[in-house]
């Protein structure tokens, strides 16, 4: 166990609707990240956050969007969903927001749009 | 521009064999941190290693050795004795210094015969 939190662990919803996908960090880390895990893509960086900041920005798409509570729990949000969208989402966590730290992974939100 | 390129994309062995996990990865930078983590079938990534670039030391944890050689930008991972549970997807990972994002290999799957 990492003591990295997402829910839901899996989702199914249709083409066009939104979903938020909720991530709690390690006890302490003050990083978050979100990747995104596809078969095509394979696992693809989409946006960092540190201590409520937005940190560092990947391949994310506009209809996606995120954010870091006060509490430093985490949302990342899918707007218009199509059917590419589906994917193992990851959310990880660091202590600091530096290079090097090591980044814990949490078990993953599976999305299906169908 | 940094890549990781993992050449195996599956390996297939009988249990008790040793197996070696070939990274291979790309950097400008002289400062940067080298990472294999693991992904069970259930799906969540599983932290193992973390190596500084500055550190060629190889390392051994229990069947678990990494063998980091820096001339050929190489960061590999050996199982010894290999088990069933062995079994998974290992990514290999790079961050350089000053980004903290994490950029992946396309992983190695592992089956481990029973």
């Known amino acids: 166990d990492s003591g990295v939190t997402q829910t839901p662990k899996h989702l199914i919803t249709a083409t066009g609707q939104r979903v938020t996908l909720r991530c709690s960090p390690r006890s302490g880390d003050l990083s978050v990240y979100w990747y995104q895990q596809s078969l095509d893509q394979g696992l693809q960086f989409l946006i960092q956050y540190y201590n409520g900041e937005e940190r560092a920005k990947g391949n994310i798409l506009e209809r996606f969007s995120a954010q870091q509570f006060p509490d430093l729990h985490s949302e990342l949000n899918l707007s218009s969903l199509e059917l590419g969208d589906s994917a193992l989402y990851f959310c990880?966590?660091?202590?600091?927001?530096?290079?090097?730290?090591?980044?814990?992974f949490g078990e993953g939100s599976w999305l299906t749009v169908v | 521009a940094q890549k990781v390129t993992q050449a195996q994309t599956e390996i297939s062995v009988v249990e008790k064999e040793d197996v070696t996990l070939d990274c291979v990865y790309e950097t400008r930078d002289t400062t940067y941190y080298l990472f294999w983590y693991k992904q069970p079938p259930s799906g969540e990534l599983v932290f193992l290693i973390r190596?500084?670039?500055?550190?060629?030391q190889n390392e051994i944890s229990g069947r678990y050795s990494w063998n980091f050689q820096k001339s050929t930008s190489s960061f590999n991972f050996t199982i010894t004795a290999s088990q069933v549970v062995d079994s998974a997807v290992y990514f290999c990972?790079?961050?350089?210094?000053?980004?903290?994002?994490?950029?992946f290999g396309q992983g190695t799957r592992l089956t481990i015969n029973p």
């Open positions: 190596r500084n670039s500055f550190d060629e």
């Open positions: 990972a790079l961050s350089n210094q000053g980004a903290q994002k994490l950029v």
């Open positions: 990880a966590s660091s202590l600091q927001g530096a290079s090097g730290n090591t980044i814990y």
